[in-house]
C-alpha cells in the first residue's frame, strides 16, 4: 500500500470516527440546551471540529489528484452529517473526478443545489 493510500484511509477512519460528533452538532443548536447538555454540545463540537480539521490537513499532504479528491469524499460526507452545507459545497467545488463527483451526487443529491 501506497504512502497516498494510507494517507485516504487515515482520513476515511477519522472522518468515521468523527461523525458521531457530526450527528449531535447537526440536531443541536448550540443555546438551546441548559446545564450538562451545553458542555456535552461543546465538546462534540469541538471534538468535531479538530478532527475535522486533521483530516482536511493530512488531504492537503496528498499529492495524487484521484486520491485527494477520494479524501475530500470523506470529508464532503463528514460535513453533511454535520449539516454544514457551505462547506461540503465548497469542498465539492474542488471535485474534478467525474466518477467522484457523480457518486458524491448520487448519495447527496443537496450538493447539486450546494454548488
Known amino acids: 500500500m501506497s504512502a497516498e493510500e494510507r494517507k485516504v484511509l487515515q482520513v476515511r477512519a477519522m472522518c468515521q470516527v468523527a461523525k458521531g460528533c457530526a450527528k449531535v452538532i447537526a440536531t443541536q443548536k448550540p443555546g438551546m440546551a441548559q446545564g450538562a447538555d451545553d458542555h456535552v454540545f461543546e ?11 486533521r483530516a482536511i490537513q493530512i488531504a492537503k499532504s496528498i499529492q495524487d489528484q484521484f486520491y485527494f479528491e ?3 469524499q470523506s470529508i464532503i460526507d463528514l460535513c453533511i452529517a454535520a449539516n454544514e452545507m457551505d ?3 465548497k469542498l465539492f467545488g474542488m471535485i474534478s473526478v467525474d466518477v467522484i463527483r457523480d457518486q458524491l451526487l448520487k448519495t447527496h443529491p443537496r450538493l447539486q443545489r450546494a454548488n
Do not use: F, V
Open 43 to 53: 465538546y462534540e463540537k469541538e471534538t468535531y471540529q479538530k478532527r475535522k480539521l
Open 70 to 72: 477520494t479524501a475530500l
Open 87 to 89: 462547506d461540503a459545497g
